[in-house]
């Protein structure tokens, strides 16, 4: 018995030209004897986004960006000279508003596979697995040029969407990843003027307790073994070189993968930040420091490390492990026959599928934000109106951002309301805005459709107007463009019956329209569906029960400086000061819901323990709808400074007319806690702790004290 064991396994063994080929052993021992075999030039050239070794056999995946869909199209020339088409969900932070991080999941599934499909089919045979994507940063100031790409300002709930995103994109199989999920960027980078050279600073409870904790969340809960360091200093240390890289990210949390630059970064430490006086030096600080992929022309300077014994090759051999690491989760040294997803890339075009499609409409419709519904204008009824005028910049397109693919179809606004009335309305459109006030006056409703342009198609770090953010650039203003806002105040003088269409992926203060418009929806870009999934909401065929992510501000007034990363100063939900525009977690329904009877599992709990909290919601309206029960919790006697309040959890809830039903949330005790400085850990403190459930962070409808013992 034991003979005919060994025989197999040598036979096994045999077909195997080098040991690192043999599945059979650990990961570590044949990445041991891969860095065995390869030249130092190998070695270097494995330090860039393609880890291939030609000689040896190797097929290394490179990157694609994937923030809400595999991008391999057109606005950030991702597809390069070839561009395919793929399926194109809402903007990172319209798929947030969902609250719903099952439907984060399923989206970031679908994206996997398109990205399997593209990498592995004979026609495409382009792009790489290792998906950047989710960004796991914090949208703690509204005018940050990248806030499209985020979850929002919330720590908690950001790593709870970006812990979903990530499974999503590596999938269950328990030995292969579909693709590596890279989470950028890491960390505190929510400003994009001068980003090359600023240093966001902050500290010790706030790195642990905020800006730390979605990526912390990603490795330890999600799985992902690969994020980006960002391009800023963080308390005057640049990312790329940061000690926390090694002592925190891989020491602590068990990153055992990739940690990559941000595109340029390595040479900003010379050239922005002066942090060093030579490429050699910053290169080997880079290295030393755990970075391992470098987005930008690492070779020389790499070589003259090299050269110059600033680095060993030993080195480069211990960070290149982690790698290869996630080369080997990805089936990239196996047997194709051995990869549960090395046979994607053949049959119909996935992006094609009416199941592709049916889910982008369908998280794309619970991304919807009802923000103002006065004498319920909306929904409207397709079967009683008669005239109908969509105007605006935003009503007959669907725009991409710059790290969006390009979709195989699209559904404007326009598009998809005439696609809901049919011939028994009268549909009239422009986006001339002198035309549109003359269309106001003879229409029953005017549906206006205005925003920001994701790209501004004027080309790099370039916007349109201070309104305007992109990477790069940020808003100068958070208030609705001076042009369109005009345009709606005209409108408004000849017709009052306006629904206001706010495609946008900031916050913006419409101070005037908040006041004087009776319907506000606010929608994000992108989504392919955009049109249909909003004619849904508008006439009434779904409740729009998405929820705000970012507190909405009423002006610049009620916000600190941009570079003031102290969020205590008045920043997020946790720490406004003033009353803002929308709050957190604002969102309206066409129904209503009533709270009642909460309870916890225990009145008294033990700092390692848990308690379950849970109360009745009812749905007392008239017509089916959505609400997203929130838990806060507030500290009633600690010792050190806390939030006003804090999300502790979160579920959305659909509901029939009449209908209630019991919603049950977790709540772990240690998640009560707060970083100690001098114990250098999280501590949770026997403290009365006031629970508060409601609708947004703004509106609590039950609340109880429990003590934690």
Same mark, same amino acid.
Request: aromatic share 8%.
């Given at each position: 018995?034991?003979?005919?064991?060994?025989?197999?396994?040598?036979?096994?063994?045999?077909?195997?030209?080098?040991?690192?080929?043999?599945?059979?052993?650990?990961?570590?021992?044949?990445?041991?004897?891969?860095?065995?075999?390869?030249?130092?030039?190998?070695?270097?050239?494995?330090?860039?986004?393609?880890?291939?070794?030609?000689?040896?056999?190797?097929?290394?995946?490179?990157?694609?960006?994937?923030?809400?869909?595999?991008?391999?199209?057109?606005?950030? *020339?991702?597809?390069?000279?070839?561009?395919?088409?793929?399926?194109?969900?809402?903007?990172?932070?319209?798929?947030?508003?969902?609250?719903?991080?099952?439907?984060?999941?399923?989206?970031?599934?679908?994206?996997?596979?398109?990205?399997?499909?593209?990498?592995?089919?004979?026609?495409?045979?382009?792009?790489?697995?290792?998906?950047?994507?989710?960004?796991?940063?914090?949208?703690?100031?509204?005018?940050?040029?990248?806030?499209?790409?985020?979850?929002?300002?919330?720590?908690?709930?950001?790593?709870?969407?970006?812990?979903?995103?990530?499974?999503?994109?590596?999938?269950?199989?328990?030995?292969?990843?579909?693709? =590596?999920?890279?989470?950028?960027?890491?960390?505190?980078?929510?400003?994009?003027?001068?980003?090359?050279?600023?240093?966001?600073?902050?500290?010790?409870?706030?790195?642990?307790?905020?800006?730390?904790?979605?990526?912390?969340?990603?490795?330890?809960?999600?799985?992902?073994?690969?994020?980006?360091?960002?391009?800023?200093?963080?308390?005057?240390?640049?990312?790329?070189?940061?000690?926390?890289?090694?002592?925190?990210?891989?020491?602590?949390?068990?990153?055992?993968?990739?940690?990559?630059?941000?595109?340029?970064?390595?040479?900003?430490?010379?050239?922005?930040?002066?942090?060093?006086?030579?490429?050699?030096?910053?290169?080997?600080?880079?290295?030393?420091?755990?970075?391992?992929?470098?987005?930008?022309?690492?070779?020389?300077?790499?070589?003259?490390?090299?050269?110059?014994?600033?680095?060993?090759?030993?080195?480069?051999?211990?960070?290149?492990?982690?790698?290869?690491?996630?080369?080997?989760?990805?089936?990239?040294?196996?047997?194709?026959?051995?990869?549960?997803?090395?046979?994607?890339?053949?049959?119909?075009?996935?992006?094609?599928?009416?199941?592709?499609?049916?889910?982008?409409?369908?998280?794309?419709?619970?991304?919807?934000?009802?923000?103002?519904?006065?004498?319920?204008?909306?929904?409207?009824?397709?079967?009683?109106?008669?005239?109908?005028?969509?105007?605006?910049?935003?009503?007959?397109?669907?725009?991409?951002?710059?790290? =969006?693919?390009? &979709?195989?179809?699209?559904?404007?606004?326009?598009?998809?309301?005439?696609?809901?009335?049919?011939?028994?309305?009268?549909? =009239?459109?422009?986006?001339?805005?002198?035309?549109?006030?003359?269309?106001?006056?003879?229409?029953?409703?005017?549906?206006?459709?205005?925003?920001?342009?994701?790209?501004?198609?004027?080309?790099?770090?370039?916007?349109?107007?201070?309104?305007?953010?992109?990477?790069?650039?940020?808003?100068?203003?958070?208030?609705?463009?001076?042009?369109?806002?005009?345009?709606?105040?005209?409108?408004?003088?000849?017709?009052?019956?306006?629904?206001?269409?706010?495609?946008?992926?900031?916050?913006?203060?419409?101070?005037?329209?908040?006041? *004087?418009?009776?319907?506000?929806?606010?929608?994000?870009?992108?989504?392919?569906?955009?049109?249909?999934?909003?004619?849904?909401?508008?006439?009434?065929?779904?409740?729009?029960?998405?929820?705000?992510?970012?507190?909405?501000?009423?002006?610049?007034?009620?916000?600190?400086?941009?570079?003031?990363?102290?969020?205590?100063?008045?920043?997020?939900?946790?720490?406004?000061?003033?009353?803002?525009?929308?709050?957190?977690?604002?969102?309206?329904?066409?129904?209503?819901?009533?709270?009642?009877?909460?309870?916890?599992?225990?009145?008294?709990?033990?700092?390692?323990?848990?308690?379950?909290?849970?109360?009745?919601?009812?749905?007392?309206?008239?017509?089916?709808?959505?609400?997203?029960?929130?838990?806060?919790?507030?500290?009633?006697?600690?010792?050190?400074?806390?939030?006003?309040?804090?999300?502790?959890?979160?579920?959305?809830?659909?509901?029939?007319?009449?209908?209630?039903?019991?919603?049950?949330?977790?709540? &772990?005790?240690?998640?009560?806690?707060?970083?100690?400085?001098?114990?250098?850990?999280?501590?949770?403190?026997?403290?009365?702790?006031?629970?508060?459930?409601?609708?947004?962070?703004?509106?609590?409808?039950?609340?109880?004290?429990?003590?934690?013992?």
């Amino acid at each position: 018995m034991c003979f005919c064991l060994l025989l197999v396994s040598r036979l096994t063994f045999a077909q195997y030209k080098y040991p690192f080929q043999n599945p059979e052993l650990s990961t570590e021992d044949r990445i041991t004897n891969l860095l065995s075999l390869m030249t130092v030039e190998e070695k270097v050239n494995c330090l860039g986004t393609d880890p291939s070794v030609p000689r040896l056999g190797v097929k290394g995946a490179g990157h694609v960006e994937g923030l809400h869909g595999l991008a391999m199209g057109q606005p950030g *020339n991702w597809g390069r000279k070839t561009p395919v088409p793929t399926t194109i969900f809402p903007q990172s932070i319209g798929m947030a508003e969902t609250w719903d991080p099952d439907l984060l999941q399923q989206a970031a599934a679908i994206e996997a596979f398109e990205t399997r499909y593209v990498f592995q089919s004979e026609k495409y045979h382009k792009g790489g697995l290792v998906v950047r994507a989710p960004n796991a940063d914090i949208g703690r100031d509204p005018r940050w040029g990248r806030t499209e790409e985020c979850y929002g300002e919330d720590a908690f709930f950001n790593g709870t969407l970006a812990v979903a995103y990530i499974k999503g994109l590596q999938g269950d199989n328990p030995k292969y990843w579909i693709t =590596s999920a890279l989470m950028k960027h890491f960390l505190a980078n929510s400003n994009e003027n001068s980003r090359d050279s600023s240093s966001s600073d902050f500290d010790e409870r706030l790195f642990r307790e905020y800006y730390s904790v979605p990526f912390r969340m990603g490795i330890q809960q999600g799985g992902s073994r690969a994020f980006m360091a960002s391009y800023n200093k963080v308390n005057g240390v640049p990312q790329t070189v940061s000690p926390m890289l090694k002592n925190i990210t891989v020491n602590e949390w068990g990153n055992d993968g990739i940690i990559c630059t941000d595109g340029g970064a390595y040479r900003m430490l010379v050239t922005a930040h002066h942090y060093f006086p030579t490429p050699a030096e910053a290169a080997a600080a880079c290295i030393k420091a755990g970075i391992n992929q470098f987005l930008d022309t690492h070779k020389p300077g790499t070589n003259e490390a090299l050269q110059k014994k600033l680095i060993t090759e030993a080195d480069i051999d211990k960070t290149l492990r982690g790698v290869f690491r996630i080369m080997i989760k990805l089936g990239q040294l196996d047997p194709p026959q051995m990869v549960p997803y090395a046979s994607i890339g053949t049959g119909p075009e996935p992006w094609l599928s009416q199941k592709n499609r049916d889910f982008v409409k369908l998280i794309t419709r619970k991304s919807i934000v009802l923000l103002k519904n006065d004498k319920r204008l909306l929904p409207l009824d397709k079967n009683k109106i008669k005239s109908i005028a969509i105007v605006g910049p935003r009503s007959a397109e669907v725009l991409q951002d710059w790290y =969006s693919g390009s &979709p195989a179809y699209s559904v404007s606004p326009l598009e998809g309301i005439k696609n809901k009335v049919g011939a028994n309305v009268v549909v =009239s459109h422009t986006t001339n805005p002198d035309l549109a006030v003359t269309m106001a006056k003879s229409a029953e409703t005017v549906i206006v459709c205005v925003g920001n342009n994701p790209t501004g198609n004027l080309g790099w770090k370039k916007v349109d107007g201070p309104t305007e953010g992109r990477e790069a650039v940020d808003r100068e203003s958070i208030s609705l463009d001076p042009a369109q806002e005009t345009m709606l105040k005209n409108l408004y003088k000849v017709n009052p019956n306006i629904v206001l269409v706010l495609v946008s992926n900031f916050p913006c203060a419409i101070k005037w329209e908040q006041a *004087n418009i009776p319907a506000i929806v606010h929608i994000t870009h992108c989504s392919q569906e955009q049109g249909n999934a909003l004619a849904d909401a508008l006439f009434g065929d779904i409740d729009p029960g998405g929820k705000l992510t970012q507190t909405w501000p009423d002006s610049l007034a009620q916000l600190p400086p941009m570079m003031d990363y102290n969020i205590r100063h008045g920043r997020t939900y946790m720490y406004f000061k003033d009353k803002p525009l929308y709050p957190f977690g604002f969102g309206l329904s066409y129904t209503t819901f009533q709270y009642s009877n909460l309870k916890t599992s225990a009145d008294k709990v033990d700092k390692n323990g848990e308690v379950t909290v849970s109360v009745d919601l009812k749905n007392t309206g008239s017509r089916a709808g959505d609400e997203v029960v929130q838990l806060y919790v507030k500290h009633l006697k600690s010792k050190v400074e806390r939030p006003l309040e804090e999300l502790k959890g979160f579920k959305r809830i659909s509901l029939n007319p009449g209908e209630t039903q019991t919603v049950n949330i977790k709540l &772990p005790v240690s998640s009560l806690a707060y970083w100690d400085v001098a114990k250098k850990s999280f501590v949770v403190e026997k403290e009365p702790v006031q629970l508060m459930i409601g609708s947004s962070s703004a509106d609590i409808k039950e609340q109880k004290n429990i003590e934690v013992k």
